[in-house]
């Protein structure tokens, strides 16, 4: 029984919540557009429930962003490279992949 509370306890770290603070969105509008409860959408924040996968598309549809961003992005890191790419209109973005291509030496797909 121990060894279960403490897999509850070290859930992974989710961004959902600086998204929604990201997107200027409250718990309620949030909970609103995905068919859920102001209580879920804090207790996914938290980490006291997990998501699943359903939940994930449904928040990231919301929130703007990809399922993969909502687990592995913080919005407001404005250091990262994807802050710059975000900022990106087309013209820059094939810009930025040409450099980063040419630091790492990744030739360019054809």
């Known amino acids: ?3 279960f509370r403490h897999r509850l306890k070290s859930r992974r770290k989710t961004y959902i919540r600086e998204w929604r603070k990201y997107r200027r969105m409250t718990q309620q509008q949030v909970a609103d557009q995905i068919g859920a409860t102001v209580g879920a959408i804090s207790q996914l924040e938290t980490g006291a429930n997990g998501y699943t996968q359903p939940m994930l ?22 250091g990262a490279i994807w802050s ?15 450099v980063a291509r040419a630091i790492v030496g990744d030739p360019p797909e054809s």
């Open 57 to 78: 598309e449904a928040l990231a549809d919301a929130l703007q962003c990809g399922v993969a961003d909502l687990l592995t992005r913080n919005p407001a890191d404005t």
């Open 84 to 98: 710059l790419w975000d900022k990106a209109e087309k013209g820059q973005r094939a810009q930025i992949e040409a």
């Open 1 to 3: 029984m121990g060894n």
